[in-house]
């Protein structure tokens, strides 16, 4: 079965310019999760979605970054103005959602964000 | 506070050698999860084990095998017979009681033929 899958896989943009990152879920699953991973660190959470609403939005660094979900399926990653800091890979992960967020997160291969 | 330490940053070992990737981890949760995912160069991460903390059973899955010991907080990761293509990043995680999935800073592996 199909597995995570995001697009683009790489982006390079200018600083200033708006990039959106595509996010779709294995089939069926209802929870959806992003993260960014700077160079040679660890992931760090943006934002949650449970179907189509986020409860928890906690790890978006700034009001530059958005996220939205629809259909129960894609999710699209939003950063507004780029700045070279926002240059990262960009994971996305989903989870079946049967226990809400403790299921386990299977991720997609990512989108590398350069920020020029 | 939640942490997960993988205080092995870099690892280099010969083909054959066993080598054990350190996680130790800090909750207060009874209830948690604890996870290792493997990043290749490619860099998808691809899930390889969960364990609930009611279960301190020991794991083996073929050349992998998983320590989890409640008393030191610690899960740590062996591979047996290692080979070139386990050359990796390797993530410990911690998944407490809200939902949040909590990365240790990686431990990258190189496994030299």
């Known amino acids: 079965g199909a597995g995570v899958s995001q697009s683009p896989s790489n982006k390079v943009t200018e600083k200033g310019k708006d990039v959106e990152l595509r996010c779709d879920p294995i089939s069926g699953h209802t929870a959806l999760y992003w993260y960014r991973q700077r160079l040679g660190q660890g992931l760090e959470f943006l934002i949650y979605f449970q179907g189509n609403s986020a409860p928890d939005k906690s790890g978006l660094p700034s009001d530059r970054f958005s996220a939205e979900r629809t259909g129960e399926s894609v999710s699209t990653l939003t950063i507004q103005r780029t700045q070279q800091e926002d240059s990262a890979v960009y994971l996305c992960?989903?989870?079946?959602?049967?226990?809400?967020?403790?299921?386990?997160?299977?991720f997609g291969p990512g989108t590398r964000l350069t920020v020029l | 506070a939640q942490k997960v330490t993988q205080a092995q940053t870099e690892i280099s070992v010969v083909e054959k050698e066993d080598v054990t990737l350190d996680c130790v981890y800090e909750t207060r949760d009874t209830t948690y999860y604890l996870f290792w995912y493997k990043q290749p160069p490619s860099g998808e991460l691809v899930f390889l084990i969960r364990r609930n903390s009611f279960d301190e059973q020991n794991e083996i899955s073929g050349r992998y095998s998983w320590n989890f010991q409640k008393s030191t907080s610690s899960f740590n990761f062996t591979i047996t017979a290692s080979q070139v293509v386990d050359s990796a990043v390797y993530f410990c995680?911690?998944?407490?009681?809200?939902?949040?999935?909590?990365f240790g800073q990686g431990t990258e592996l190189s496994v030299k033929p």
């Open positions: 995680a911690l998944l407490n009681q809200g939902g949040k999935l909590i």
């Open positions: 992960a989903s989870s079946s959602g049967v226990r809400g967020r403790t299921d386990t997160q299977y």
